[in-house]
């Protein structure tokens, strides 16, 4: 039920009407970044897409769980509105309930892009983000 | 995942009881309408566990209740019905999800499969053609900041003013189209400026124009009030919801309540349960901005209505009324309503959470429309699209034991990824062509998560409710042609 993702940066888990993610890193900036990564993955082909885009992002929340919620959820906001595809996050400060990032994609053109899911929202569902000796990993359920 | 393992008591071939004491916290006992055979599916995965969780909501009364068509979702399970007591009772987002008022709207046509079959073609590129869909969609019709606001407030009734549709179509809507106590205040910039351009789009995923051939009539009397009279008729079943507002409205309310839990002292086994008291700022809030993504939703199945009759009067070069394109009903199937109900013999006012469950209303009822007084509400279970979908009816137990609730469809079996799986390499439009059934969608390799083979036999869930009569059959129809986004 496992789909590995190279260099193990984040892995989809399949439930059943839902699809779950969990993002891995040394540092949990990574663990933001792949978390992204890991969404954008579902939503489409991410090496279809380009760069040159630049959107910032700021959020905050109560606690650190809540704030990858908060961190993705703002992402589907900027997919469903903007009708953008993002593939690139340079998080600038991050603490347990504030986040700043830039982010970087295209807009959505149909000729080069394939939308495979649509993403409603992240969910508080099951929502850990835990630490061992390999580093982080955060675990999310996606809404699509 | 290992199979669950908790405790059922079996009532009788139907209804089976996870009992209070199963889990500390639990409130009342959990409810689970299924054949056994059903049940020793839903038992594969964890949903079960996810019913008993419910149980802990202040306020619930009776039981935390399970449809046949239950399965996994985040927090409540999808195909759960919870009502809560609005005097001490809390009302919570994920009770409703984030769809809300996804719902099905049916229409009757004077039309046989004789004369749409040899058309079937023609008909589906028109209405693929004439109804936005597919992710990213943006609708045909424009609407300003002014006018979502009014839509949000309005709901079906602020298309009808704008010419798409009749007020019979609204006399024919659960609610008449619009849950009153919606309040724009309530929503969030976010959540406009998704909403304005989805209006009037039927979106992705699950969602469909589905043109139906009626098969099996079981109550003769009670669909010829429907204005189903004959094996063969043409019927058309419509399934969307409230799309990006929706989401938008239920994530902002989620986070409002995510910090209230604490702040109320509510003990939750998970947080997706989040939830505040009804009667509270924030329990308010939920409501006056779920109500508005309610009447988005009903605003949205009543443009697409329009257009499928545009596309039929179209192609068999007649208009709607000529082609007898009535609107059966619509039903909402993600959605929490205050209602009233008859609990210890006293009748009180809760708050019904439908989170993949339908209202179910018996024949009498004051909030059904006149020409189904006699036989009940009409409830709209469509299958998945190589199978078959229902027409049922209310009845007098579902008042008295699920709240007037009933079962919402057919229910995923298998996630999309093994959907997918399961089916590679495998052509699922050509399948469905073979025999008899046309597809066209904005996303072909999507299409095999949403084939037959991923979810329930609706046969089963509609015989299980049917059984326990918590409603009544009445039509089944197979699919001759489907859009989906």
Request: glycine share 10%.
């Amino acid at each position: 039920m496992v789909k590995e993702a190279a260099g193990k940066s984040f892995e989809v888990i399949d439930h059943t009407a839902d699809v779950g993610i969990i993002a891995y890193g040394a540092e949990i900036k990574q663990v933001f970044v792949n978390a992204a990564l890991a969404l954008f993955s579902l939503i489409t082909e991410l090496e279809d897409v380009g760069e040159e885009l630049k959107y910032d992002v700021e959020v905050a929340s109560e606690d650190r769980e809540s704030l990858l919620v908060e961190w993705l959820n703002e992402l589907v906001y900027l997919f469903d509105a903007e009708h953008v595809l993002l593939k690139r996050f340079d998080i600038q400060g991050l603490s347990n309930t504030r986040l700043k990032a830039a982010c970087y994609g295209e807009k959505f053109a149909p000729a080069r892009h394939r939308i495979k899911t649509g993403v409603k929202a992240a969910t508080y569902h099951m929502l850990r983000i835990e630490k061992d000796n390999k580093g982080y990993k955060a675990q999310v359920i996606f809404d699509i | 995942m290992a199979p669950w393992q908790g405790q059922l008591t079996k009532i009788d071939d139907y209804h089976w009881e996870i009992p209070q004491s199963y889990k500390a916290g639990m409130r009342v006992p959990g409810l689970i309408y299924a054949s056994q055979e059903m049940l020793e599916s839903i038992k594969q995965e964890q949903v079960l566990e996810q019913v008993a969780n419910v149980a802990f909501l202040p306020g619930i009364i009776n039981f935390s209740m399970a449809m046949p068509d239950i399965h996994w979702g985040y927090g409540f399970p999808i195909g759960s019905v919870a009502a809560m007591d609005i005097k001490d009772g809390v009302i919570s987002p994920g009770g409703v999800g984030y769809d809300i008022n996804c719902g099905v709207r049916l229409l009757r046509t004077n039309l046989t499969e004789a004369e749409v079959r040899p058309k079937i073609n023609q008909l589906i590129n028109e209405l693929f053609r004439n109804i936005p869909s597919g992710l990213g969609s943006k609708g045909k019709i424009r609407v300003t900041q002014k006018e979502m606001r009014e839509l949000m407030v309005e709901g079906a009734g602020w298309a009808v003013r704008h010419g798409f549709g009749s007020m019979d179509d609204l006399d024919c809507t659960e609610e008449g189209g619009r849950l009153y106590g919606a309040n724009p205040d309530k929503i969030s910039d976010k959540a406009i400026t998704r909403g304005m351009p989805q209006a009037g789009t039927l979106g992705s995923g699950n969602h469909f124009v589905e043109v139906q051939v009626v098969k099996e009539i079981f109550e003769p009397e009670i669909a010829k009030v429907m204005g189903i009279e004959e094996t063969g008729q043409i019927l058309v079943l419509i399934h969307t919801g409230s799309r990006g507002f929706g989401h938008q409205v239920c994530t902002d309310q989620l986070r409002i309540m995510e910090e209230a839990v604490s702040r109320y002292g509510i003990n939750l086994p998970d947080r997706q349960l989040a939830c505040a008291p009804i009667e509270s700022p924030e329990g308010k809030d939920y409501f006056a901005a779920m109500a508005c993504a309610a009447n988005y939703a009903w605003n949205n199945r009543q443009c697409i209505v329009h257009w499928t009759r545009e596309s039929f009067s179209k192609v068999f070069d007649k208009s709607p009324e000529e082609l007898g394109m009535r609107q059966v009903y619509d039903v909402a199937h993600n959605i929490a309503k205050m209602e009233e109900h008859t609990v210890d013999g006293k009748k009180i006012k809760v708050c019904v959470h439908r989170k993949g469950a339908t209202r179910a209303f018996p024949a009498g009822h004051k909030d059904i429309p006149e020409r189904y007084k006699e036989i009940g509400q009409p409830v709209l279970i469509p299958g998945d699209m190589g199978r078959c979908s229902f027409v049922a009816v209310g009845t007098q137990r579902a008042m008295e034991e699920s709240f007037g609730s009933t079962c919402h469809g057919a229910g995923r079996m298998l996630s999309r990824g093994a959907a997918r799986r399961s089916l590679k390499g495998r052509d699922v439009a050509r399948d469905l062509a073979e025999r008899g059934i046309l597809v066209k969608a904005g996303d072909i390799p999507s299409l095999a998560e949403e084939a037959s083979q991923a979810y329930k036999d609706v046969t089963q869930v509609i015989e299980a409710v049917h059984q326990a009569g918590i409603s009544r059959k009445v039509v089944m129809a197979v699919p001759l042609g489907v859009i989906k986004g």
